[in-house]
């Protein structure tokens, strides 16, 4: 990278940071300007994303961006680094990002303060989590993306929300205790920080230590485990995403991802197959504890009611797929799961915005949408809806099923669409551990295990997902028929178009995601890029 | 020193421990903090115990290493202080919007029957 294109990494950081804290300076009632600071931020930040992923793709092999800020050299400054994976990770918050926004236009922005300034803090966050090198970066924009989804958890008030949002942010505090305990522990045996040091000195290190970096590491995998929300370290999730209102559920879908990533880069990175006695630390607690997130997640979609509830406890699966894959530790696996990553971001962000569209046409949300217009004294603008949603879109109800329809297909990751392609990938990995058709096919007991699971998850999310769609769709009998608006229905097509056209371009995509894999999984050569790179 | 400093940071952190189970909100917040200082010295003593020396160079060239604490771990304790401090204030504001919207001081809004 050369002249201006170097300093474009820092841009996802930098610029929401800026136009949140302008925001926050300009009054309330200037809504409008700042909806228009806000969408204009966040296309730059995916231009740039898109802009970073072209390039990280079109080098070799570990394929890496690093900046140091400050230019001090890389082991003692801060930098910031990119490869395949981060850049992916970046177009998808600011996808999503931008979906929450645009759904959050006609109703959502007025319902409490400073719903645009929390979500570029949140873009902040999750962008900066994603390029950081070093881990007590990490702790920072954990702390800053945490901190502003209590404020977006807690956006449009009401008790439900303050009792959900309360339990979130006591267990995340709680979580953060345990990532500086982690943090501090690992300092206090490897002298470092940054990832790629670390990584550099855990293959010598004497043996007399490993103890105290293996406990060090596990207190931190807790904290980030109890943001992917691993059972048995999630029951706060399902409450508070469903408590939530929808943009920033939507948001939220890619905040429990951030966990996962951090696990797949430390465990990948750090106990990798060249670490020494360390190798595979991890491994077979993730496995186990992944599987059994899917099999709770499969139970709780089937005992669920209500469809926030039932999008919640989606994210269980996802996230326990993830890990579990993570778990698993070949690249192949690896591959297919960042296929699943990114489709399961889109679906489960389209279906929380989705659901509230759907339940607009029952008593159930108009009561919750009432009490919250009250709060903020909006209750006098009830006769303006036609305005405020914008022009109502035609044969809404088809629309909504079709929706419907294609996040049930995706989320049970059935053919034709994305979830079925990445589940796939990865039962593929797991099933042929040398590659396709190369090597005897010696499937460990923990990848039959995961088989199983993903199988009977799947098939439990149709069961609830057609049990749902009837009961929301088709079986009221004089259920209104909900008006919705272009601008809401839009970013929710636009997230499964998304998906869509993952599914046409299979080829390409899996390509990248099996290169991100790759380099994932060559940990010394991204040490030799980062310690080399530097000033 | 050394037994000082550990039983400061057990006494500390079980007391926070304690607390974080207990079903009022205040005392959940009081947990929280006492648990923050216990982390806090906690990442202090990863540091090492170097007594009496200071992690600034003196002038006229570095020197000796081993004549200085080691700087990380304080800057490390003192962002956890600035970010501690500022998530137990929102986290005092929710409190105060719970008691306000429920009427009680349980972290379920009611006690269970």
Redesign the interface.
Same mark, same amino acid.
């Given at each position: 990278m050369t002249g201006w294109l170097e300093h474009l990494m820092i841009v996802p950081v930098a610029l929401p940071l800026i136009v949140g804290a302008i925001m926050v300076a300009l009054d309330e009632q200037r809504y409008r300007l700042k909806a228009a600071m806000g969408i204009l931020s966040i296309l730059v930040m995916l231009g740039t994303s898109i802009t970073l992923a072209v390039q990280a793709h079109a080098g070799g092999a570990v394929s890496l961006g690093v900046y140091p800020l400050g230019n001090w050299p890389t082991a003692f400054g801060i930098v910031l680094m990119l490869d395949r994976l981060s850049a992916l990770l970046l177009i998808l918050s600011s996808v999503l990002g931008l979906a929450a926004l645009l759904y959050a236009l006609p109703r959502w922005q007025r319902m409490g303060a400073h719903f645009h300034a929390l979500l570029q803090f949140q873009l902040m966050g999750l962008n900066g989590a994603f390029l950081t090198g070093d881990l007590?970066n990490l702790f920072?924009f954990f702390?800053v993306l @945490?901190?502003a989804s209590?404020g977006m958890a807690?956006h449009g008030?009401?008790?439900a929300r303050?009792?959900a949002?309360?339990?979130y942010?006591?267990v995340n505090?709680?979580a953060?205790?345990l990532f500086?305990?982690g943090?501090?522990?690992i300092?206090?045996v490897a002298g470092t @920080?940054n990832m790629a040091d670390l990584a550099a000195r855990i293959p010598n290190m004497p043996a007399e230590n490993r103890p105290l970096l293996e406990a060090g590491a596990a207190i931190l995998g807790i904290a980030f485990l109890a943001k992917a929300a691993m059972w048995p370290l999630g029951f706060w999730l399902t409450p508070t995403y469903a408590a939530a209102s929808p943009p920033s559920a939507a948001i939220f879908s890619m905040m429990s991802k951030v966990g996962v990533y951090a696990v797949m880069r430390l465990v990948l990175l750090l106990f990798g197959a060249e670490s020494g006695a360390s190798a595979g630390f991890g491994g077979t607690w993730l496995m186990v504890g992944g599987i059994a997130t899917i099999l709770f997640g499969a139970v709780t979609v089937l005992a669920t009611q209500d469809l926030p509830r039932l999008a919640g406890a989606s994210v269980f699966i996802s996230s326990g797929t993830l890990l579990a894959a993570v778990g698993a530790g070949q690249v192949s696996v690896t591959g297919g799961a960042l296929f699943y990553l990114t489709s399961s971001a889109l679906a489960i962000g389209a279906f929380f915005l989705l659901i509230e569209l759907i339940e607009r046409g029952r008593e159930v949300g108009a009561d919750v949408l009432a009490v919250t217009l009250e709060a903020f004294g909006d209750g006098d603008e009830e006769e303006e809806e036609d305005e405020e949603i914008g022009a109502p879109i035609p044969a809404t109800m088809a629309v909504l099923g079709a929706c419907f329809l294609c996040c049930a297909i995706l989320l049970a990751g059935l053919p034709p669409l994305s979830g079925f392609i990445a589940k796939f990938a990865m039962l593929s990995g797991i099933l042929n551990p040398h590659g396709l058709g190369e090597g005897p096919a010696l499937v460990a007991p923990s990848g039959w295990g995961l088989l199983i699971a993903l199988i009977l998850s799947g098939f439990a999310t149709i069961v609830a997902m057609a049990r749902a769609g009837i009961r929301n769709l088709w079986a009221i009998a004089d259920r209104t028929v909900p008006r919705v608006g272009a601008v809401e229905i839009a970013p929710v097509l636009m997230l499964l178009f998304i998906c869509i056209g993952m599914t046409v371009a299979a080829g390409p995509t899996m390509r990248y995601m099996q290169a991100a894999a790759v380099s994932l999984h060559t940990p010394q050569e991204y040490v030799r890029q980062v310690m080399e790179d530097g000033p | 020193m050394e037994l000082a400093l550990a039983l400061a940071i057990g006494i500390l952190g079980g007391s926070g421990v304690w607390l974080?189970m207990r079903p009022r909100?205040f005392q959940?917040i009081i947990g929280?903090s006492l648990?923050?200082y216990s982390?806090n010295l906690?990442?202090f003593s990863?540091?090492r115990f170097p007594i009496g020396s200071p992690p600034i160079l003196e002038p006229g060239g570095a020197g000796d290493p081993a004549n200085y604490a080691d700087p990380?771990?304080q800057s490390?304790v003192l962002?956890?202080i600035v970010?501690g401090f500022?998530?137990?204030a929102?986290?005092l504001v929710?409190?105060m919007?719970?008691r306000g919207?429920?009427g009680g001081d349980h972290?379920?809004?009611r006690p269970p029957r």
């Open positions: 007590f920072v702390e @945490l901190a209590y807690l008030s009401g008790v303050v009792k949002g309360l339990h942010i006591s505090l709680a953060s205790l500086l305990i943090v501090s522990m300092y206090g @920080l | 974080l909100t959940l929280l648990l923050s982390v906690f990442i990863m540091g990380l771990p490390l962002t956890a970010i500022a998530t137990t929102l986290f929710v409190m919007a719970a919207l429920t972290v379920d809004g």
